[in-house]
């Protein structure tokens, strides 16, 4: 009995289980029980979100349908022409839901890169020759403009100077977008890919200026969006082989240029108030966009094909491209 009332004080004191198998006895008593308030906050939780997931996307088409109607012509093309070079980046993903992720080799994504770095530079001289056209003595506008393009894509990768590398950054959108993690991070990815297809989006908006021949808008935003198909197969080529489907491999290609048509009408209405502006606007799209094809595109390009048929594709692509301006 000396020893029982210890054991009882230490087994009752101090809020410690009585033995293990009480305690897995308890447990199994509390799993069994029915847990009627659980339900609820679900069901709740999940009309709350639908709820206001409505009624975001009412407020979205009412603003949406008011802006439509109060845009001029001019505006309202920048506008669809600039969501044109963003859908087309969805593109790349289409040829997944054919052929298996295995069927598209780096190879081929090297050449798509190197064609696509043709075309930019192409649009890159095309812009620098009409800014040249449009600016004062010493063309001190272009270098200028050239400068804070090339400065301004760099500040944006110091945004996010992890090193993990694009395909790390496209799978952090894939987990924001679908499994609903790293919110933080997919922010800070978006931010990053909304300064590189800024540069895009400006090009396109600076190139319909009225000052500037009405084809060459047309002809920079189609270039661009053959252009952007790349990209979005390069995204795909991220996704699909960690079993992402190809349509929602293309939505997450499409929000990646999702910038691209908001800043296109920015652009445009800026260069259209502030017009001596312009030679400068196409000198930063330029600028920006060389860097962007030297530095990613053929950097990618030369690892894959070599530099001769690196050097190959691209001359073809800019050369044929060159062609088509002149014509």
Same mark, same amino acid.
């Given at each position: 009995?000396? %020893? ?15 033995? @293990? ?31 206001? #997931? ?8 009412? %603003? ?13 093309? *920048?506008?669809?022409?600039? =969501?044109? #070079?963003?859908? @087309? ?9 054919? +052929? ?61 100077? &992890? ?56 002809? +920079?935003?189609?270039?661009?969006? +053959?252009?952007? +198909? ?42 259209? &108030? ?27 390009? *030369?690892?894959?094909?070599? =530099? ?5 594709? @691209? ?13």
């Amino acid at each position: 009995m000396q %020893v029982s009332q210890p054991l009882m004080q230490t087994r009752e004191g101090d809020g410690f289980p009585l033995s @293990t198998g009480a305690s897995s006895m308890a447990d199994m008593t509390v799993a069994t029980l029915p847990n009627k308030g659980l339900a609820r906050p679900s069901l709740g939780g999940t009309f709350l979100r639908a709820s206001c #997931t409505l009624w975001v996307v009412a407020c979205t088409v009412i %603003v949406g349908m008011q802006l439509l109607e109060k845009m001029e012509y001019a505006t309202l093309r *920048v506008f669809l022409y600039g =969501w044109l #070079t963003c859908i @087309t980046t969805g593109l790349g993903a289409l040829p997944f839901m054919f +052929v298996g992720a295995d069927a598209v080799s780096d190879r081929i994504l090297a050449l798509a890169n190197a064609v696509a770095g043709g075309m930019m530079l192409s649009a890159s001289t095309s812009m620098i020759l009409e800014a040249h056209e449009h600016c004062g003595p010493g063309c001190w506008q272009i270098f200028v403009g050239l400068l804070v393009g090339v400065l301004f894509i760099r500040a944006s990768e110091h945004l996010h100077s &992890s090193g993990e590398g694009e395909d790390s950054d496209v799978v952090t959108l894939h987990c924001a977008f679908v499994e609903r993690r790293h919110f933080r991070k997919a922010m800070l990815v978006f931010t990053v890919m909304f300064f590189h297809s800024a540069a895009e989006g400006i090009a396109v908006g600076v190139a319909f200026s009225r000052q500037l021949k009405s084809q060459f808008g047309l002809y +920079v935003s189609l270039l661009l969006a +053959v252009h952007n +198909v790349p990209e979005g197969l390069a995204v795909a080529l991220v996704l699909v082989p960690r079993g992402v489907s190809a349509p929602l491999a293309s939505l997450i290609a499409v929000l990646t240029s999702v910038p691209q048509p908001l800043l296109a009408v920015t652009a445009f209405l800026f260069v259209e &108030s502030f017009g001596f502006l312009l030679p400068l606007g196409l000198a930063f799209a330029a600028g920006a966009m060389v860097y962007v094809c030297f530095h990613e595109l053929l950097l990618e390009a *030369v690892e894959h094909l070599g =530099w001769a048929g690196m050097l190959l594709a @691209t001359a073809t692509s800019y050369l044929a491209m060159c062609r088509v301006i002149v014509a």
